[in-house]
Structures are given as structure tokens and as C-alpha cells.
């Protein structure tokens, strides 16, 4: 999608994309979050990160940096792929599988933080919770999210917010990570007119039967 | 992906490697504590057998089982009443009973074809005579890239009675299609008529091919297919195109010795080719389940409507 990248000119025009985080507003929000996770955790004692995929494991990944920067621990962190445990599989075609991707150690007794890009319906977190207890039973599961747009459909909320963002359920938010799209930023995109999905935001916790952000 | 999988030949490069894809991510389930995923809860695979095939029915039961849908065995084996008839009116009941897959294997060449335009369900073919047997190349694939990292570029000999063996046809086909060069050995006599369309290239000597192959597969021969003398003794068969210890020794290092099974040891495969550390046939039966669970999790995972 064309009109999305950071800084292009369509992003003044009225109704269309607008950026709501910078790069740097991103790193700084990171950077709160290491922080605030450690201070949670007493030091990350027993932390295990999980991503959801996609953009949840580069955030996983750059957490677990920020906290080695701040205190010189190496967090384990992996990814966690929800998809086979979702409960709006077939509202829409058949969704391409993601890695899952436990750290050696496993999730057994441990503090799991699931780390997403955006956290809107709570749906995708659900699966996750699911797809998780596959794999071991963790002391306590915690939620990390760059982006709380609101509209919750589940009994669901966040630990880590890196930014509350109220939203028109119609809109969409679009979170671009270096590692996946080659630029950081958070856009919010105008709603969509037809019921055609949009090709490039997509993250994973989408409201039932829609594909959006 | 379409909505059935009939075939390997019409078998896309994108939805083959779709399917190893989805199944590297399958395979991984393995690992878990908890083996069973919910998302084909609420479905129903029918495994419609003709033919007899522990293997391949139980894999196929595993696989859908793993992805929590409902199996149905529906053994039709022995039936007297003419082919076309008789298919036509189970995949009636098939429909009544609400499959939403019907897995076939069937001795006449093309009947999951046949039933595809009589169900509303997925056909996936499990074996059709001497036709095709996709889930079996599509494993096959994904146990040589697996092992070697890739498919593209990887010199793969089938030797055998590739006249009767579907094996060799979903082989031959998904492995152009992902850009390997097969060469085909076997006595001339077992070999089909058309070979030369084929994009294989064609050997009779195995000594001189097995050098040059990073994958052998070996294929049984299929006395139960044969109603004429294709070779004088099986004891000639053997030592002309039998896998023994001495041949096995030029095959390069790295180079795989895969097996569909069942394996009639000492024919067409020695016994201690059949367990080196070289050979897959375990593998293959474990990759199985992982690229079935793929095949059905594609055909019933989403909406139903194509992507």
C-alpha cells in the first residue's frame, strides 16, 4: 500500500494515512517497556518473551535487547503462532501458518510475556493463550503490546502498553517494524470502503469476520 | 490452493511448496507436549479405502485426528457392484453423511477425479491405481528438503516398476516442478509406454546413475499389478536392480535411500541399506503425518472459498 509509508506526501491529505508515532517515538516507547517489564518482574527473573508473529517477534526481539542493555540479562524469547487455535478460521480463507519457536528451557514454571504489535479485539491474544498451554503450563502469561487501539471483544487487557490509541472501529492501524516493512512507525489508515481486505498493514488481532487492524 | 488434490501434475510450484511450508510448521506441533490442535474442530474426513492400505489410511486418521476433525473409516473393499455404479452411490451416502473431506484410494485410475465432480466436499487422492498418489511425492519432497536443504538443483533416481507405481508418477511430476532432474532406472519391461513425455531421463544400467544421485528411490514391485511375466526370476531382478550393500557404497556421501513401503527386504532393498543412516523410510512415515495434516489443514482450514 502505497499511501502508507512514513512521510509520504499522501499521508496530509485529509482522510488519508496519518503517522501517529515516529520512529523515535517507537524506540522510546521500547525502551519504556524493557524497563517497565523488569521492574514487574524484579529484574526478569524467569521471563520468557514470546512474538506473535509477525510484527510481535522483531518487538519481542528488541525488548530482550533494551532489557540486556539495561541490566545485562539475556531474556529467552521466541515466537508463538496462534493461528491454528483461532476461533474465525473460517470467516475467510485459509491463513498461512507462522513459526512457533519455544526457547530451549521451555515455558514450564515460568513468567510468559506475549508480545504483539497492536491489541484491538483480543482474539488473536485468546488463541495465543491456547496455543501456549500446548506447549507447558507457565506460572503467570502477561501481555506486552505497542499499540492498545481499544474495541475489545474478550475479557482481555494488556500489561505493557507502549500506547493507548483510541480508534474508530472502521480504521486501521498499520504498525511498520524495519525488520518486516524496512521502516518504523505507527500510522492510522482511513477506514476501508469496500470489504476488500488491504494488502499491506496486517497484523493478527483482527475483530471477527473482518480483516483489520 | 484448488479446492482438491487429485493430482501432483496439476500441482502448481506455489501451492507445492505451500504445502511443505504449512507442513515444516505441522511438524513442529510434533514437538509440543500437547499433539492435537483444535482447528479443524467440527469437521469430517471420510477415508474412503478400495484398496488395502494400513499406512496411508492410518496416517491420514492421525493427521485429521491431530487437527481434532472427525475420521470416518469407510473400508469399501470387496464391493461387487460395478465401479462406476457403486462410486457414484457412496459418494451419495458420503454427501447425506456430511464429509467435508473424502480421502480415496481406489484401484481404478482416475475415481478420486470421478468423485470430485460428485461431492460438495475436498477429494484428496490417496491412491488411484496406477495413476497418482500426491500426499506420497508431496512427503517425499519435503523429507528431501529436510534432509538436503533443498529440491531445486537435487539429482533424484527412481528405480523400479515404475509402470505400476503412482509413487513414481506424483514423483516424477511434483519433482520437475520444483525444479529436481529425475532420472527413472528400471528393466525396459516396467516401464510405461510413455515414458519419453516424461521430464525424466531414462536408464537401464543403476551402476552408472547411482554416482550421480544425491537421492535413490527405490520402488517395490508390484507382483499384485502384474498379470504377465515382466522379468525372468525375481533373483535377476535383484541383482540388476536391487539396492544392495556393494551399490549402496557409490552413492555419494550425503546421498538419501528412501523406500514408499512396504519394503520386500532382500529384493528390491537389502536389509542394512533399509536401517543405514542414510536411509529415510522411517522419516518418510513420521513426514507423512506432518504433510497430510498441511493437505487438510489447506483444503479445510479457511472458508472453503478459494484465496
Given amino acids: ?213 | 490452493m484448488k479446492r482438491h488434490l487429485l493430482s501432483t501434475e496439476d500441482l502448481g510450484r506455489d501451492d507445492a511448496l505451500l504445502v511443505l511450508d504449512t507442513a515444516e510448521r505441522m511438524a513442529r506441533v510434533a514437538e509440543a507436549s500437547v499433539r492435537k490442535l483444535p482447528t479443524l474442530r467440527g469437521r469430517t474426513v471420510v477415508n474412503l479405502f478400495f484398496e488395502d492400505s494400513t499406512r496411508t489410511r492410518t496416517s491420514f486418521e492421525v493427521a485429521a485426528k491431530r487437527l481434532s476433525a472427525d475420521v470416518i473409516n469407510f473400508s469399501a473393499r470387496g464391493s461387487s457392484v460395478s465401479k462406476g455404479e457403486s462410486l457414484k452411490d457412496t459418494a451419495q451416502t458420503l454427501e447425506a453423511m456430511g464429509a467435508d473431506a473424502v480421502v480415496c484410494r481406489h484401484p481404478a485410475s482416475g475415481a478420486p477425479h470421478r468423485l470430485a465432480s460428485w461431492v460438495r466436499g475436498s477429494v484428496v487422492n490417496a491412491g488411484d491405481g496406477t495413476h497418482e498418489h500426491p500426499t506420497q511425492a508431496l512427503l517425499d519432497a519435503f523429507t528431501m528438503r529436510r534432509r538436503l536443504g533443498r529440491i531445486e538443483g537435487l539429482r533424484v533416481t527412481i528405480v523400479g516398476d515404475v509402470l505400476h507405481s503412482r509413487v513414481a508418477r506424483s514423483n516424477v511430476w511434483l519433482l520437475a516442478t520444483l525444479g529436481a532432474s529425475v532420472t527413472v532406472v528400471a528393466p525396459p519391461t516396467l516401464l510405461p509406454l510413455g515414458v519419453s513425455s516424461w521430464p525424466v531421463e531414462v536408464s537401464y544400467n543403476l551402476d552408472a546413475v547411482l554416482p550421480k544421485s544425491d537421492v535413490v528411490m527405490m520402488l517395490r514391485v508390484q507382483r499384485e499389478r502384474m498379470s504377465a511375466a515382466f522379468f525372468p526370476t525375481e533373483r535377476e531382478y535383484s541383482r540388476r536392480y536391487g539396492l544392495d550393500v556393494d551399490r549402496a557404497a557409490n552413492l555419494p556421501e550425503h546421498a538419501l535411500v528412501m523406500h514408499p513401503g512396504p519394503m520386500v527386504r532382500g529384493m528390491e532393498i537389502a536389509s542394512q541399506v533399509a536401517d543405514s543412516a542414510r536411509s529415510t523410510v522411517v522419516e518418510q512415515v513420521a513426514n507423512g503425518v506432518s504433510v497430510r495434516m498441511a493437505v487438510l489443514y489447506l483444503l479445510l482450514g479457511g472458508s472453503g472459498e478459494v484465496v
Fill in chain 1, 1 to 213: 500500500m502505497a499511501a502508507a509509508a512514513p512521510g509520504d506526501p499522501v499521508s496530509r491529505r485529509p482522510g488519508a494515512a496519518r503517522t501517529v508515532l515516529s520512529a523515535d517515538d517507537i524506540t522510546r516507547i521500547v525502551s519504556r517497556m524493557a524497563h517497565q517489564i523488569l521492574e514487574k518482574t524484579t529484574g526478569g527473573a524467569g521471563v520468557v518473551l514470546l512474538g506473535i508473529p509477525t510484527r510481535g517477534v522483531p518487538l519481542a526481539h528488541r525488548l530482550v535487547r533494551r532489557v540486556h542493555a539495561v541490566e545485562g540479562v539475556d531474556l529467552p524469547v521466541g515466537s508463538l503462532d496462534p493461528t491454528m487455535y483461532r476461533d474465525d478460521l473460517r470467516l475467510r480463507g485459509v491463513r498461512p501458518l507462522e513459526v512457533t519457536e519455544i526457547p530451549d528451557g521451555g515455558v514450564d514454571g515460568k513468567v510468559v510475556i506475549l508480545v504483539d504489535d497492536v491489541l484491538f479485539s483480543g482474539r488473536t491474544v485468546r488463541a495465543a493463550l491456547d496455543a501456549l498451554a500446548a506447549y507447558g503450563r507457565p506460572r503467570a502469561v502477561q501481555l506486552a503490546v505497542l499499540v492498545d487501539r481499544g474495541h475489545r471483544e474478550l475479557p482481555i487487557r494488556a500489561d505493557y502498553v507502549g500506547k493507548n490509541m483510541p480508534t474508530s472501529r472502521r480504521e486501521l492501524v498499520a504498525v511498520r517494524l524495519r525488520e518486516v516493512d524496512g521502516g518504523d512507525g505507527v500510522l492510522i489508515l482511513p477506514p476501508t470502503s469496500g470489504p476488500t481486505s488491504p494488502s499491506g498493514p496486517t497484523s493478527t488481532d483482527e475483530p471477527s469476520g473482518r480483516d483489520q487492524q
